[in-house]
């Protein structure tokens, strides 16, 4: 399977059978610098309604449109919805979040959306094993740094790629990368937007990689 990081909280996830998702894609306008994910993809996630997250217009492949809690059976992947909160006021700021759960050649994958607040240990044990976490890090719309990197203990995925922080690219309010990896042991910033994970190369101990977006 492989990973590419196009940019905010947007991912091209590739099976070993070719068979893509995307993640929230963006739209590229406003304070959104990313250029347009013009990508082809069979399956799109959508953590909620928000022009960052939700714009499908020009991916190709005719997807198939994820939305919403609870179990979504399709052809190639069953994708578990998870209800939660853009904020931490129950949604009464920005609305519902929806964490999507899914597994891809053996690897289970966690996207937690624009999460707003920490999960309780209920929603905790609803989302289960996680191979690689995909989490926002930036603050202001979601976790920060500090809530991240608790709920990443409790997680204990074997992979972390943070998302949803400042970058050039991105003219939003937010912190970058940096408060969530500073003083962290095994963090990998890579020159590259992708990265390739085998059920079989899982790290023994958690690693934390930060990729360079691909748009």
């Known amino acids: 399977m492989k990973i590419k990081w196009l940019g905010h909280a947007a991912f091209l996830i590739t099976s070993d059978e070719q068979v893509k998702i995307i993640t929230d894609p963006y739209q590229s306008s406003g304070g959104i610098k990313y250029s347009p994910i013009t990508e082809k993809a069979d399956y799109v996630t959508i953590s909620h309604q928000h022009f960052d ?7 190709r492949g005719n997807p198939v449109i994820i939305v919403g809690s609870g179990i979504h059976q399709k052809e190639h ?5 998870i209800e939660s909160f853009h904020d931490d006021k129950g949604g ?3 609305g519902e979040n929806t964490i999507f759960c899914f597994t891809v050649d053996d690897i289970n ?18 989302i289960g094993q996680v191979d690689v976490l995909l989490i926002p890090v930036g603050g202001t719309y979601t976790i920060d740094a500090n809530q991240a990197t608790g709920l990443c203990k409790n997680i204990n995925p074997k992979v972390i790629i943070p998302m949803h922080f400042k970058t050039p690219k991105l003219d939003f309010p937010i912190s970058d990368v940096k408060p969530f990896i500073s ?3 095994n963090v ?3 020159d590259s937007n992708e990265i390739e994970v085998t ?3 899982l790290p023994v101990n958690r690693e934390i990689i930060v990729l360079k977006s691909a748009l």
């Open 183 to 185: 003083g962290k042991e």
């Open 188 to 190: 990998k910033e890579l």
């Open 199 to 201: 059920k079989e190369q």
């Open 53 to 59: 997250h939700n714009y499908t217009n020009d991916i």
């Open 92 to 94: 009464r700021l920005r």
């Open 109 to 126: 994958i966690c996207h937690l959306g624009d999460l707003g607040h920490l999960l309780s240990q209920d929603k905790i044990e609803e």
């Open 77 to 81: 992947f069953t994708f578990k919805g």
